[in-house]
Structures are given as C-alpha cells and as structure tokens.
C-alpha cells in the first residue's frame, strides 16, 4: 500500500528555520504531483507549496511566499520543505501531499510549532 511518511518537525524560536522531508513508499514517485498543506485547530487546511511532477515552477501559499522552498528528489522518492524565517503563525500540523489522476494521497502530519 502507498504511503507518504513526514519527519523533520518540532520545536523552533521564531527567526528559524526546519526542513520537512516526506518519504514515499511503494508508488512512482516520479509521476506524482506533490504539495505540503497545514493545519491549524478549528481551521481549514491550508495550501502552502507545490512542485509538479515534472518539477516546474513551485507554488507557494501568500503567507509563506518567500520563506519556504519545496523540493524534491526522484532517486530518493522524497521531497522536501524547506522553511525560514520561521513565525509563530507558521505552528501547525503540516500534511505532505501527492496527487495522480485517481490518487491522492496524505501523510500522517508532522507538528511544527514556532515559539516568539
């Protein structure tokens, strides 16, 4: 069964800087669009970055456009967000994401929390 495992998450000051690494597991890595969301208590998931399968422009969410950078590395099956100037509105549970016609798959989240 396909699976997608985050790790990379824990406690940072606020200023710094963490990089979330999301395995894949028992898919084509390389043909899967990818993205991290994040989630709050009480709110909706969020969108925070996106690469495609043929790793073309990223996408990045409003409220982190600037600080983060989405990678990924095919060889490895694993992709990557790498987080900066990090703030205290950036703690949440972050989701890595990906996504093939008739697939879409979710890792189990990985908790970031950012302290002022």
């Known amino acids: 069964q396909a699976q997608l495992a985050e790790s990379g998450g824990g406690l940072v000051q606020a200023g710094g800087s963490l990089r979330l690494s999301c395995e894949a597991s028992?898919?084509?890595?390389?043909?899967?669009?990818l993205a991290w969301y994040r989630q709050t208590p009480g709110k909706e998931r969020e969108f925070v970055a996106a690469?495609?399968?043929?790793?073309?422009?990223?996408n990045y969410g409003d409220s982190v456009k600037g600080r983060v950078t989405i990678s990924r590395d095919n060889a490895k099956s694993t992709f990557y967000l790498q987080m900066n100037s990090l703030k205290p509105e950036d703690t949440a549970i972050y989701y890595c994401?990906?996504?093939?016609?008739?697939?879409?798959?979710w890792g189990q989240g990985t908790q970031v929390t950012v302290s002022s």
């Open positions: 690469i495609t399968r043929s790793s073309g422009t990223p």
């Open positions: 028992k898919l084509t890595f390389s043909l899967y669009d």
């Open positions: 994401n990906a996504r093939i016609v008739g697939r879409n798959l």
